[in-house]
């Protein structure tokens, strides 16, 4: 975990605020798709304190850290709330285990997109269905793909658009938050793992490191990617009906 940032603004945290409450204005609708990482728990804060009517869910991989779990019901007692869980499809989970085994996504990149396809991003299709625009906690600062994200964009993948209010957050920042507001995080960030997914796919990062060599690491940087977050980020604009 990095130090706080003792400089982190209010006119930042009022930025974080007006772009969601932007966002509702335009969509009228928004869910929020809760990766239980570090910036999750900013937004969890954000919107269960102050945008109730944001749906929230999450994606139970069937492959995540104890640690995500042990998370998951230590926010639900602080807020009061549940947090929709959603699980991948039992028939394609049986299907994906009987072509490649358990942990076939090791043996190549095609392997590893079709198991974070089962797992994760039909699972994701589902749970946003018939909403016009999903909340994510993207920064800019994650990697060089991110760095060109906008704080709204068209997602051509999924159909709807792409609100990434955290864009201009550094990590120190969402630390000083979480600090600040005395907020449940994941165990393993203090362990070194800035960037938390499935068990099998995230380890620890090494002194020099990005922050996220830790997931898929035995892939080439380019590829890092689950099928959420497609590299092209497309302008703020839907496109024309046919």
Same mark, same amino acid.
């Given at each position: 975990m990095v130090e706080p940032n003792p400089s982190l603004s209010g006119a930042r945290i009022e930025r974080l605020h007006e772009h969601l409450a932007a966002a509702l204005r335009r969509h009228g609708r928004l869910i929020y798709s809760n990766?239980?990482?570090?910036?999750?728990?900013?937004?969890?804060?954000?919107?269960?304190?102050?945008?109730?009517?944001?749906?929230?869910?999450?994606?139970? +991989?069937? /492959?995540?850290?104890?640690?995500?779990?042990?998370? @998951?019901? &230590? #926010?639900?007692? %602080?807020? =009061?709330? +549940?947090? /929709?869980?959603?699980?991948?499809?039992?028939?394609? @989970?049986? &299907? #994906?285990?009987? %072509?490649? =085994?358990?942990?076939?996504?090791?043996?190549?990149?095609?392997?590893?997109?079709?198991?974070?396809?089962?797992?994760?991003?039909?699972?994701?299709?589902?749970?946003?269905?018939?909403?016009?625009?999903?909340?994510?906690?993207?920064?800019?600062?994650?990697?060089?793909?991110?760095?060109?994200?906008?704080?709204?964009?068209?997602?051509?993948?999924?159909?709807?658009?792409?609100?990434?209010?955290?864009?201009?957050?550094?990590?120190?920042?969402?630390?000083?938050?979480?600090?600040?507001?005395?907020?449940?995080?994941?165990?393993?960030?203090?362990?070194?793992?800035?960037?938390?997914?499935?068990?099998?796919?995230?380890?620890?990062?090494?002194?020099?490191?990005?922050?996220?060599?830790?997931?898929?690491?035995?892939?080439?940087?380019?590829?890092?990617?689950?099928?959420?977050?497609?590299?092209?980020?497309?302008?703020?604009?839907?496109?024309?009906?046919?």
């Open positions: 990766s239980l990482g570090a910036e999750a728990m900013v937004l969890t804060d954000v919107i269960w304190e102050s945008f109730p009517e944001i749906e929230m869910f999450t994606i139970d +991989t069937g /492959r995540l850290h104890e640690e995500s779990y042990l998370l @998951l019901d &230590r #926010l639900q007692r %602080r807020y =009061g709330r +549940t947090l /929709r869980v959603v699980y991948p499809d039992a028939r394609d @989970l049986e &299907r #994906l285990v009987g %072509r490649q =085994g358990m942990n076939g996504f090791y043996d190549s990149l095609e392997k590893r997109l079709e198991c974070c396809r089962v797992r994760k991003v039909e699972p994701f299709r589902r749970a946003v269905e018939g909403f016009p625009a999903w909340v994510t906690g993207l920064r800019h600062a994650q990697s060089a793909g991110r760095a060109e994200a906008q704080v709204e964009s068209w997602d051509e993948q999924h159909g709807l658009y792409k609100v990434s209010p955290l864009l201009d957050w550094s990590e120190a920042d969402v630390w000083e938050y979480i600090r600040a507001r005395r907020l449940p995080y994941n165990a393993l960030h203090d362990k070194q793992y800035p960037s938390i997914g499935c068990s099998p796919c995230t380890r620890a990062i090494q002194p020099g490191e990005s922050r996220r060599a830790g997931r898929w690491w035995w892939e080439q940087p380019e590829t890092r990617e689950c099928g959420l977050h497609p590299r092209n980020h497309a302008p703020a604009t839907a496109p024309a009906a046919s």
